[in-house]
């Protein structure tokens, strides 16, 4: 899964919530990195606030945090039983999607020779299909079976590899390469996958963080949750309200306003999920002292080279969300902004300028800021 460079916490005064801040200082570079504000607003006149309860731990390569409350005189389990429910659902998704994991269902499968298959899990089949629709969506740019080259270029399980492949070790990996390799069966319970040619490699990591939160979220809803807010290293999904009666907030910054400015946008996240992919979180630096992104792109198999530093994206699902996110930002800048306004796409993008950045948006993502705007 993917891992922050940098992964800061801040408490601020009782109307903030702590989270984690993609940036870096040191190198300009690393001011490509997204600020994720989670606010808490206080509302005029509001009575004394709810109680909020805050849950956490490690998953997924990095930290995850779930604040919730309940409604007046709404009685919800005991949050060590929440606690419980939500550490062993966030295991259920490692076991069925993490490569770092030998026994995964994932794992298994990218080990079977072609033409075998497999029966796996609803969570894993959903996750799948959500990639294959996302694949089209993005114009083949997220594409999960990117996994050969992803590991030819050292940033799947094994570390060791600091160095470019070479171009006969790109040429055989394609081969395997492509959603046409792989055959997903829904019909049949449990879904069937199958293997269609030799070495395919799936690599769930762009989408399956987002599907995490989502789980998340479920197993909170299930126990009678109505208000909360879930984030995973940084991807994030609320419903409701906050402990001040305001629905959750969440602040996004450009890289140089990072240093105590306030968010230059704010949206609420009532039923709504925000998830960011950028080139600060995972990199190598080869021979030549060249950084190398950890996102390929699926036609040159190589890191992208774009000006783009990070892409946001709202959506009604984290994992939504999530694999969109990372498609666009392996379009770039223009591309990704066209898919945008041809799917009616809520997207937030930071570019690098040379000496700078800035920032463009969709038009959907404008409706948004506008509505949270009119609303306040």
């Known amino acids: 899964m993917k891992n922050a460079v940098v992964e800061t916490w801040l408490w601020r005064a009782a109307g903030i919530l702590p989270l984690p801040v993609l940036w870096a200082r040191c190198r300009q570079w690393l001011w490509a990195g997204l600020l994720v504000c989670m606010l808490l607003l ?16 490690e998953t997924m390569g990095t930290r995850y945090t779930v604040k919730y409350l309940a409604e007046p005189g709404q009685s919800l389990p005991a949050a060590a039983l929440l606690h419980r429910q ?5 295991q259920e998704v490692n076991r069925q999607m993490s490569t770092y994991q030998a026994d995964s269902e994932i794992s298994r499968f990218n080990r079977l020779p072609g033409g075998e298959g497999m029966p796996i899990s609803d969570g894993f089949a959903t996750v799948l299909a959500e990639a294959q629709t996302l694949n089209r969506s993005t114009r ?6 990117i996994g050969p080259v992803v590991n030819l270029w050292g940033f ?4 060791s ?14 081969k395997a390469v492509g959603l046409d390799k792989i055959r997903l069966n829904r019909a049949q319970q449990p879904a069937r996958l199958d293997k269609l040619a030799d070495g395919v490699y799936l690599d769930l990591s762009a989408i399956a963080k987002g599907f995490g939160v989502d789980r998340v ?3 909170l809803e299930e126990n009678g949750v109505r208000h909360y807010l879930v984030e995973i290293g940084g991807e994030l999904r609320g419903r409701g309200h906050n402990a001040q009666g305001q629905p959750w907030q969440v602040g996004i910054e450009q890289p140089q306003m990072a240093q105590g400015q306030a968010a230059q946008v704010v949206l609420p996240l ?3 999920a925000l998830a960011t992919s950028g080139d600060y979180r995972n990199f190598h630096t080869d021979a030549q002292g060249r950084r190398l992104s950890h996102i390929i792109h699926p036609q040159t198999m190589a890191p992208i080279t774009h000006q783009l530093a990070s892409v946001s994206v709202v959506a009604d699902s984290t994992m939504r969300a999530d694999g969109l996110a990372t498609g666009l930002f392996v379009l770039g800048e223009q591309e990704a902004l066209a898919v945008a306004e041809e799917q009616d796409l809520a ?10 950045f800035r920032s463009e948006m969709s038009s959907a993502f404008r409706r948004l800021l506008a509505e949270s705007q009119a609303a306040h």
């Open 42 to 57: 206080t509302a005029c006149g509001a009575e004394k606030p709810l109680a909020v309860q805050v849950l956490g731990g």
């Open 86 to 90: 939500i550490e062993a659902a966030l």
């Open 140 to 145: 083949g740019a997220l594409d999960v079976s």
């Open 270 to 272: 009532d039923n709504r």
């Open 161 to 174: 590899i600091a160095r470019a492949p070479e171009a006969a070790q790109l040429a055989a990996a394609a």
């Open 347 to 356: 997207v937030f993008l930071i570019i690098h300028t040379g000496d700078g």
């Open 156 to 159: 799947g399980p094994d570390k």
């Open 217 to 219: 979220a479920q197993v």
